[in-house]
T-cell receptor, first 116, second 115 residues
Framework: DQQVKQNSPSLSVQEGRISILNCDYTNSMFDYFLWYKKYPAEGPTFLIS?????DKNEDGRFTVFLNKSAKHLSLHIVPSQPGDSAVYFC???????????????FGQGTILTVHP | DAGITQSPRHKVTETGTPVTLRCHQT?????MYWYRQDPGHGLRLIHY???????DKGEVSDGYSVSRSKTEDFLLTLESATSSQTSVYFC??????????????FGDGTRLSIL
């Protein structure tokens, strides 16, 4: 049972344009959502997160949107750059602290390719 | 970068042999995690630790054990390796203090091949 899904295995965009990566989840207990970026032979790097009390969070070129009613989140990258080419994972957690211990459930990942 | 070191970075071994992977952190973080990454599955949680000697199972814990005798070290052991455990293994850490949401930070992984 895949509780976090990234239905697009890959995405190709032109440099300077917007990249939109999508993620769906099924567990209504998830209340903290994150995006990670991963280059080959390296570990995932934290990009941006959002708590369920918000519907948008921005950090420079990266914006995450959360639609709780649709159980959907997206990552927008504007403008896209060739260095953004990587695998992007969304992840979700249920509850801060307590017995959740910050455990993350990950999506399958989306390979983003930004062409010069 | 978070001070996380995984060792070894690469290992090839044979079916049936024991294997231990080490994660060492210099951040004094309370929470530590082991994940495996496989094509089509993203990252899946194997085991995690919420303090010294405090560990619990994750989603894919069968065939794995862990130990944490010091804050800085979290060991993952495959008692008798099988080919299905060929994967890339990532360690992650998180402060685990208070009740605010905090991201996990990852090491660079161990590529394990079991022949």
């Amino acid at each position: 049972d895949q509780q976090v899904k990234q239905n697009s295995p890959s995405l190709s965009v032109q440099e300077g344009r917007i990249s939109i990566l999508n993620c769906d989840y099924t567990n209504s207990m998830f209340d903290y959502f994150l995006w990670y970026k991963k280059y080959p032979a390296e570990g995932p790097t934290f990009l941006i997160s959002i708590s369920s009390i918000k519907d948008k969070n921005e950090d420079g070129r990266f914006t995450v949107f959360l639609n709780k009613s649709a159980k959907h989140l997206s990552l927008h990258i504007v403008p896209s750059q060739p260095g953004d080419s990587a695998v992007y994972f969304c992840a979700a957690s249920a509850g801060a602290g307590g017995t959740s211990y910050g455990k993350l459930t990950f999506g399958q990942g989306t390979i983003l390719t930004v062409h010069p | 970068d978070a001070g996380i070191t995984q060792s070894p970075r690469h290992k090839v071994t044979e079916t049936g042999t024991p294997v231990t992977l080490r994660c060492h952190q210099t951040e004094n973080h309370r929470y530590m995690y082991w994940y495996r990454q496989d094509p089509g599955h993203g990252l899946r949680l194997i085991h995690y630790s919420y303090g010294v000697k405090d560990t619990d199972k994750g989603e894919v814990s069968d065939g794995y054990s862990v130990s944490r005798s010091k804050t800085e070290d979290f060991l993952l052991t495959l008692e008798s390796a099988t080919s299905s455990q060929t994967s890339v293994y990532f360690c992650a850490i998180s402060p685990g203090t208070g009740y605010s949401n905090q991201p996990q930070h990852f090491g660079d992984g161990t590529r394990l091949s079991i022949l």
